[in-house]
């Protein structure tokens, strides 16, 4: 018996050992950001680490940072001068389901995507992303985020009914209408269906924060007005500082820094104990990855 515990205490040495932990690393000009991504959003995480362990990040740049709110990259047209007029466009080429589960605190990463009015499924860029630089939230702001969430929510009702297609004839006109300013036929077009987005809004419980998620906002910061709206797919665990000086650059038209950032991104793997003594905390769960 004490021969089968003595093997036991072995094979589980030997099993935590061969855990690796996979940690993204950004290294600009200002210094490192290191990031975890979470596991229970596959299809973001695992997309990111392919794109980094390619090279499809390095030389893009940070195109757009607001200070209080977000620092965004990873669009390819940065990295091509002959693409600068069309900067905040580009990607690989596809997008991603949206896995839409966590909240917007201060330091998480999160990927970018285009409005419900073109995009009512949410997708996300197949490679921008942000990192919420944040602030922090009063009560009474957390009270109009919560509003605001809703409101978009019930809008994203209307988006999924207009984009049946048998109401394709609709959709149209409401794109023409939108993107030419003309308020009065897309209220019009809107009002439409107001009746059977009450129906399907009347059902859904309304988004509240829960008092852990007020808590974060009102203590750490960042961005609760994006929640139920974006995918967070992971989370800065060293170099917060750095994100702290990308967003304090001089910009110019569209948020876009007058100096360029750019970064290089690459994956490490660490040992549990490594990961623990570097950052200082245990790894978030469901961030260990078995050692091949």
């Known amino acids: 018996m004490k021969r089968f515990f003595t093997i036991l205490f072995l094979f589980l040495s030997l099993s935590t050992f061969a855990k690796k932990v996979e940690v993204v690393e950004i290294s600009t000009k200002f210094g490192s950001i290191y990031i975890v991504l979470y596991k229970d959003t596959p299809k973001h995480s695992k997309n990111f680490l392919k794109l980094a362990k390619k090279g499809f990040y390095d030389k893009t740049t940070f195109h757009r940072v607001i200070k209080g709110f977000m620092v965004q990259g990873g669009d390819p047209y940065t990295a091509r001068p002959d693409k600068k007029d069309s ?75 207009l984009y049946r297609k048998v109401n394709e004839k609709d959709q149209k006109a409401y794109l023409r209408c939108y993107i030419a300013g003309r308020k009065d036929s897309v209220n019009y077009i809107t009002a439409k269906y107001a009746r059977e987005v009450d129906s399907i809004w009347n059902t859904k419980t309304k988004f509240k924060f829960s008092a852990e998620e007020r808590e974060i906002y009102k203590t750490v910061g960042g961005a609760a007005h994006l929640d139920r709206n974006y995918t967070a797919f992971g989370e800065v665990v060293g170099g917060m500082d750095v994100v702290d000086k990308i967003a304090d650059v001089k910009k110019g038209t569209r948020d876009k820094p007058l100096e360029d950032v750019a970064m290089t991104v690459k994956v490490l793997k660490m040992s549990l104990a490594e990961f623990k003594s570097r950052f200082g905390m245990d790894v978030p769960d469901g961030q260990i990855i078995k050692k091949k």
Not at 100 to 110: D, F, T, W
Request: aromatic share 10%; proline share 4%.
């Open 87 to 161: 900067i905040g466009e580009g990607g690989p080429g596809y997008t991603l389901p949206a896995e839409i589960k966590y909240m917007h605190k201060r330091g998480v990463l999160a990927a970018a995507r285009e409005g419900d009015v073109v995009n009512p499924k949410q997708e996300s860029s197949g490679s921008q992303f942000y990192i919420v630089h944040g602030k922090k939230f009063t009560d009474q702001e957390l009270n109009g985020a919560e509003d605001r969430i809703n409101g978009w929510l019930k809008e994203n009702i209307f988006y999924k009914i």
